[in-house]
């Protein structure tokens, strides 16, 4: 049996049902609710962006972990403090370290404690639209009117406009199959390879520059969501 957390509308109640259900996860938002999730088999994360809260359910327990705000803290929760006003997303990575991506900084928690990256840590800025995990391990982040920010672990390498990115809001991140990383942005979809970006907008045939999302399928097109529909690039570009 497999736990199936959900969150119903956007007063944020988490309800917990015990089903059949193997692989799947079943959510249900509410019309202005965002609902990211990271899911291992032991344990359950759910994220209710805006509401600056994220909660691990799992072992017959919640555990919280909300932005630094006085009123929260005297609710007596055992509420663990995270920087920044609202978390923006979470990425489980393959090592089992949750990432947790806030506007006022970068969370790493291993299971046991939270670590968090900032200015004065090396992060070139801290208001964290996206989080992705490349095959190498390496870490991408998608910033808000900052470009995009390289984390191999050690050192931080920040890209912006002035190096070739398309625009410097960067919603969506996606590494294809050959290796190349893809950033969605405010104003068009950037191609990153060889250290070199290519560029694409409604110029180029994309359906709007506004990207939200980017996946490629098995026979390697590229699909890219966007604020009008999707746009679907043949192999070969």
């Not at 088999?41 to 759910?46: T, Y």
């Not at 997303?89 to 790493?108: N, P, Y």
């Not at 390498?157 to 290796?179: E, K, S």
């Amino acid at each position: 049996q497999y736990r199936i957390w959900a969150i119903i509308g956007t007063g944020g109640e988490t309800r917990d049902t015990l089903g059949e259900t193997r692989d799947t996860l079943t959510v249900l938002a509410g019309k202005t609710s965002r609902v990211d999730l990271a899911v291992t088999p032991s344990v359950g994360w759910v994220q209710k962006a805006g509401s600056g809260q994220i909660k691990k359910v799992g072992s017959g327990q919640i555990k919280n972990f909300q932005h630094h705000r006085k009123d929260r803290q005297e609710r007596g929760f055992g509420v663990e403090v995270l920087t920044g006003y609202y978390i923006s997303d979470i990425h489980l990575a393959r090592d089992g370290v949750l990432w947790i991506a806030t506007d006022g900084g970068l969370h790493r928690f291993d299971g046991e404690q939270i670590r968090t990256f900032a200015r004065a840590d090396g992060l070139p800025h801290e208001n964290i639209r996206t989080v992705y995990e490349d095959r190498d391990g390496t870490l991408w982040l998608g910033m808000r009117y900052a470009g995009v920010v390289r984390y191999d672990g050690a050192t931080f390498t920040h890209l912006t406009i002035r190096d070739g990115l398309i625009d410097n809001f960067v919603r969506a991140i996606y590494q294809d199959a050959a290796g190349r990383v893809w950033i969605g942005t405010q104003q068009g979809l950037s191609c990153y390879s060889d250290g070199k970006f290519v560029n694409y907008t409604e110029k180029e045939g994309l359906l709007a520059d506004q990207i939200a999302a980017i996946a490629e399928d098995a026979s390697g097109r590229l699909w890219v969501a966007a604020r009008d529909g999707v746009s679907v690039i043949e192999e070969g570009y």
